[in-house]
C-alpha cells in the first residue's frame, strides 16, 4: 500500500475492543485500518463516501472516525460537523495528503480530534488512535474548538513531511494559551509560523508583538519590556508600560530568545509560571495576560550548557517545539514556494514558468538564507526575465556557491580558508582562543562592509540581504567598530 508505511510496532497497551470507522476512497487505506486495528481486536467498517460514512456512523455508533479529506462527493471538512453530530461527538481524525495550514486548521476548528497526513507511519497511525479510542473509553473527549476566524495573510508553504508536520503542530496548539519555541536556521520562517499561530488563536482580535530582544538597547531591555515608573532611572520622566503589557490579551514573539539576558530571563519565568511582572522600580507585581512564543536560531540546549541559558525557562518554553529544518533538507519544497511567489507577483504563467532543468539547478543550491533567499532570488528573476520563462541566469549567483563539493574544492575562497585554518589552528595551539570567532573576525567585517557599500549604507536593506536580523548587524557592526 503506498500511503502508509510500516515500521516496527511498538505493543504498548492494547485498549478495549471498540467499533472503527474509516471512510476513505483508497481501499488500500481501509485495508490497512482493518487488518492494522483488527489485529489489536477492534472491529473496522469502512465507506468510501462521505455520505455513505455518515449513514453508517448514524446506525453503527462508532467510538472512532477516521476520515480522509479529499473524497468523491461532500468532502471530509465539510462533512465533519455531522460525523460529530451522528456519533454524538465520537473523536474524528482526519487524513489528508499534502494538507496545507489552513486545510489542518480547518479540521481542529471543525472539532478532529487529530490531524494524519498521509503517507504516513503505521505507528504514528496506530498511536494516534489508540490514544483517542482510550479517550472516548474514559469519556476524555477534548471539547470541540471554538470556531475562530481564519485570516488570510503570508502563507506559510510546504509540501515536505517537516512542514505537513509543522502545519499539524500550528493548527493543534493554536487554541491554546501553551507557549512554543520555534527553532530553524535564519529565514525558515520562524517568524511565520509564530504569527499563523496567533492569527489562529482565540487571542487573534489582540495584539501580536513581534519582539527582538537583540534589537532593543542593552541598558533599557528590562524597561522596554516591563516598563518603568517615573524616576526609576535618570531619564525616566513619567511611567511608562512595557511591551507585556501593551501586549495584554495577546501574544508576544520573542525573536532570537537565545540573546535574552539572564537578569530578564528570570523575569520572563515569572510571566510564563504566573502572568506577574514588576515594573523598573515598583517593587509591587503587575497581572498580564500574555501567550509567548519564542524563536531561535541558536541551539538552546548548548546555551543551558553553557550557563548562558536558565534550564528551567528552557524547559517551560519548551513544551512544543516547531523546529523548520534548513530549506536544503526539504527540496521538495522549492518549486512549490518559488511558483507561489511567482502568483503573489502575478508573473504569466506562474505555474510553467519554471522547468525540470532550472528546478533541478535551483535544488542544487545551498539556499544558507532559506526561504528568505528563495523569495529575493525568484522576485530578482521574475523583474529579470521580464514575463518570459524563468532560467538560472535570470536569479543571482547563489549567496556561497554550490553544494557540490568538488566543485567547492576547486573553489579559490575555500583554498584561501583551508590555508588560514591551517596558520590559525598552529598559532591556537600555542596562544589558545576560539578558532571559529577568530574565523568570523577574519572575514564578516569585509562582508559587512561590501553589502553595506553596496546597499548605500541602507542597514534595513543590507540585514536582509545577510539574511540576519537588523539588531544583529547593529551589534555585530558596534562589535567590529565599524559604527
Ligand atoms: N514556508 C514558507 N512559505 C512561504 N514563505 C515563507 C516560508 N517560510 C519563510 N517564508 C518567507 O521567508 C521570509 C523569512 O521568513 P521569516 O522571517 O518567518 O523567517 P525566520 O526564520 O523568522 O528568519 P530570522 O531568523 O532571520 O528572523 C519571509 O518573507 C517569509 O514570508
Redesign the pocket.
Known sequence: MESMTTSRLNDAEISKPSLVLVVDDEPSICWGFERMLGEEGHRVITASTAEEGLRLAATERPALVLLDVRLPGMDGITALPQFLEVTHSAPVVVMTAFGDLDTAVAAVQRGASDYLTKPFRLDDALKLCRQAIRATAENERPSPAPVIRIHRG?????QSAA?QQAFRQIALVANSDLSVLIT??????????AAAIHRHSHRSNMPYLPIAPVSLSPDLIESELFGHVRGAFTGAAENRPGLFEQADGGTVLL?EIGDLPLSIQVKLLRILESGQYSRVGEVQFRQCNVRVLA?T?ADLRQAVQRGEFREDLYYRLNGVHVH?PPLRERLE?IAL?AE?VLQTLQYPNAETALDQELLHELQSRPWFG???EL?NAVEHAAVVARGRSLSITDFPSAQAGRLDSTAAQGNELDRVIADWSRGALAKQAIEGGSLHEELMKAIEPTLLRIVLQETGGNRAKAAEIL???RGTLRDRLRGYGME
Open positions: 503570508e502563507t506559510l508553504i510546504g512542514m530553524g536556521e535564519t529565514g525558515t520562517g520562524k517568524e511565520l509560523v525573536d524563536a536560531n523548520l519544497d514556494i507561489y532559506n526561504v528568505r523569495r539574511g540576519i536580523h
